[in-house]
């Protein structure tokens, strides 16, 4: 797809529960600090078994 995948997480769970999937250009390793901007989708299919649902 041309995109990086970063998975931000609060640390409260080890389950992935509480991830927020960005896709991005940018390169990024673990222990950068980064700040992103834009619209938050939910419930989105990418295509090609990349499917991420909302669970509240």
Known sequence: MGKNW???QDGTEHS???DLT???QM???AGDIITFEGKITLDK??????????NS
Not at 45 to 54: A, E, I, K, M, Q
């Open 27 to 29: 390169e990024v390793k």
């Open 6 to 8: 970063i998975h931000l």
């Open 22 to 24: 960005i896709a991005s």
């Open 16 to 18: 992935g529960d509480n």
């Open 45 to 54: 299919d990418f295509g090609s078994g990349y499917f991420y649902l909302y």
